[in-house]
């Protein structure tokens, strides 16, 4: 079962990345995971395969994926290792940042074909030390003297930030600005010093390599994106996180189900005239499989169309953002449980660290899903809007 809506390039493309997964990404996921290291094999395959600006439309080289072909490959990454899905997801966010929102500037399309040919990695610096995980408020602020900007944010996490050749930060557009009236502002890795602030050991999404920072850069305005993050956020920002993050979720729930698929047929073998009782257990697990996909699938269709349509009134509603919302708070819930069914379901195999059905580290990514943009934040907001909507 895939989405509507995909490239005619994207089979293609997906039978490679399985391959990539099953030869480079899935082989080294359990040191990534142990030893809390990024996962350089992958992204070197990822980079030669053009994927880091698979985003980028075809007038400034890239493939021109959409939202749905994209979220495709996120579910792919995420059935063999949830911290390469993860980083991959979170890079395409701001990458979608840069399509939505940054095109009409020259200096962002000359960008744009140098994420093409440099493959670059970018990453992000939303959340700031002071306000929690706020994305829409800042503290920092973005000092403009002439053509040229300084900067300098203390954020407790910027995910893979010590190896991303770019990050987009959030902050207050001036000095005498709101907290959210905010601006992103791309800064290169010659643009700027990192200081290290706090480690990132974890109990899972350990390969991200989330640390925090004080961010000291400088460089020029046109670096600057042209638009208000408030639009960024409301037609980028929010939906875009919280779709792609749902697939990648969505493609580590599907291996832990083959996981434990693959232990119900081991016991079936055992006794070939007896339906093993794990069976009951895995068909009511693929019922719980069934519905998660079909939220992730029938939210990324809305967003997609609302993508197509242009249409600034499709965003501006609260229908369309309590429906992305909930993708996120019903994903993350059932990521939980469908990886807790099929350990279930595996027994001490999917418990055990040492074999081939282990669902230890989908388990332990399984539970960050929650507390990426807390679901009490997000159901709080839900309730608000629940309130005023019409």
Known sequence: M???????????LLEGLHGIGRDIIAPHAAEVD??????????????????????????????GLNISDLSQICEVLGQYCGSTAMIFAMHQIQVGCIVHHALDSEFFRGY??????QQYLIASATTELGIGGDVRSSLCAVQVTGDRFTLEKQTPVISYGATADAILVTCRKSEDAARNDQVQVLVRKSDYELTKLSGWDTLGF??????????????????????PYADIHRRTMHPF????????????????????????????????????????????????LFSMRGGVYQTLREYHDVLIANDPEAYSGFSFAININNLKLTASQFVVEVVGKAMLICGIQGYRNDSKLTLGRHLRDAYGAALMVNNDRILGQSATMQIVQR
């Open 2 to 12: 895939q989405p509507t809506r995909l490239s005619p390039q994207l089979p293609a």
């Open 206 to 227: 350990r390969g991200t390599c989330s640390e925090g920072f004080v961010l000291k850069s400088q460089g020029r305005v046109e670096q600057i994106l042209p638009q």
């Open 112 to 117: 744009a074909r140098e994420m093409v040919e």
């Open 34 to 63: 142990r030893d809390a290291r990024f996962p350089h094999e992958a992204y070197a395959a990822l980079k030669q395969q053009k994927l880091l600006s698979c985003y980028v439309p075809v007038e400034y080289g890239g493939m």
């Open 241 to 288: 996180s919280h779709v792609v993050w749902a697939s990648l979720w969505l493609g580590l729930s599907i291996d832990a189900v083959s996981r434990a698929r693959s232990a119900v047929r081991a016991e079936a073998r055992k006794n070939p005239s007896v339906t093993p009782i794990s069976a009951t257990r895995l068909a009511e697990l693929d019922t719980v």
